[in-house]
């Protein structure tokens, strides 16, 4: 055994070092180095803006609870510009010409019974606009002018009333 050590010496006597070998093992450490250094300092930025997040909630106190919601509140407000240069502004003017496009919700309150409604209004697409969702959803009006209730009775024929509702 004495003698493979001393061979084996000799052999690596002779051959020398490997450069090559020596200098790609010296970047990878140096490459490594790097890398963990990088992540070190990169988690200990972290963690200084941590505050107490990093200790778990069951062993915060109220006040400590509320102070790390207000603080990361905080944070997340610092994170995005002001509202006003963020979102557009709309002057009164552009608020009033949008106001004139947009179509007018017609108000729905009850003016009385389809047979009065037929009375006063006469005309039937009148009369239903006129209608209250409730009595919109009990009539049915056909194309040629007649009215049908939920059972299918004829309530208005197209010239005079035929049943009560």
């Known amino acids: 055994m004495f003698n493979m050590n001393?061979?084996?010496?000799?052999?690596?006597?002779r051959l020398g070092q490997d450069q090559s070998l020596d200098n790609e093992r010296q970047e990878r450490l140096e490459r490594e180095i790097d890398e963990k250094s990088q992540s070190q300092a990169s988690d200990a930025k972290n963690a200084e803006g941590e505050g107490l997040s990093t200790v778990p909630e069951s062993m915060l106190t109220e006040s400590e609870k509320r102070h790390e919601h207000?603080?990361?509140r905080q944070a997340m407000a610092g994170k995005?510009?002001?509202a006003a240069e963020r979102l557009p502004i709309m002057t009164s003017e552009e608020?009033?010409?949008r106001d004139k496009k947009r179509p007018k919700p017609q108000a729905s309150e009850f003016e009385g019974p389809l047979e009065k409604l037929i009375g006063k209004y006469k005309d039937l697409d009148e009369v239903q606009r006129r209608?209250?969702?409730?009595q919109a959803m009990k009539y049915e009006f056909t194309a040629d002018?007649?009215?049908f209730d939920q059972e299918g009775n004829l309530?208005?024929?197209?010239?005079?009333?035929v049943g009560n509702s």
């Not at 209608?131 to 409730?134: A, R, V």
């Not at 309530?155 to 009333?161: A, P």
């Open 70 to 72: 207000y603080r990361r």
């Open 6 to 13: 001393r061979i084996a010496r000799s052999v690596l006597r």
């Open 80 to 82: 995005f510009p002001p």
């Open 155 to 161: 309530i208005y024929d197209g010239e005079k009333l």
């Open 95 to 97: 608020a009033a010409e």
């Open 145 to 147: 002018g007649k009215i």
């Open 131 to 134: 209608l209250t969702l409730g």
